[in-house]
């Protein structure tokens, strides 16, 4: 058995939910930073900033399935400039402060301005919300 958490709205043009949980563990689904101008929601202007607003994104998502990001085990990285690999780690560590998990990298060419993404598997808890 497992459960689907954020299924995507009936007519989405992104085909997959935010999370899924099974086994005890909580699959997250890549995502970037939040990005909506006519609400005055942008991703961020450094990319600090989109490493920031994207982790917070996943952590939102892990809180609801009962987890954080102290319980990530693995962690996927998708950036879309090699040139930006530096700026991103060195923002990117200081949201685990207690042990990296296991992460590798990628480049990824999804339609989209984003400088990252991220997908992770972490422990499960109990959600938060039904």
């Known amino acids: 058995m497992f459960d689907i958490l954020g299924p995507p709205?009936?007519?989405?043009?992104?085909?997959?939910?935010?999370?899924?949980?099974?086994?005890?563990?909580?699959?997250?689904?890549?995502?970037?930073?939040?990005?909506?101008?006519?609400?005055g929601i942008?991703?961020?202007?450094t990319p600090a900033e989109e490493v920031r607003n994207a982790l917070a994104?996943?952590?939102?998502?892990?809180?609801a399935a009962g987890s954080g990001l102290d319980r990530?085990?693995?962690?996927?990285?998708?950036?879309t400039d090699p040139a930006d690999y530096a700026a991103l780690n060195?923002?990117?560590?200081?949201h685990f402060p207690n042990g990296l998990p296991?992460?590798?990298?990628?480049?990824?060419g999804v339609p989209t301005e984003a400088r990252v993404a991220f997908a992770c598997i972490a422990l499960a808890g109990e959600p938060t919300h039904a």
């Open 42 to 45: 942008s991703r961020g202007a």
């Open 57 to 63: 994104k996943v952590a939102a998502i892990l809180e």
């Open 9 to 39: 709205p009936a007519g989405s043009p992104r085909p997959f939910s935010e999370a899924t949980r099974a086994g005890g563990l909580v699959f997250v689904s890549g995502h970037s930073a939040p990005h909506d101008p006519a609400r």
């Open 102 to 108: 296991a992460r590798h990298t990628a480049r990824f």
């Open 90 to 94: 060195a923002e990117y560590v200081t």
């Open 72 to 79: 990530v085990v693995q962690m996927t990285m998708l950036i």
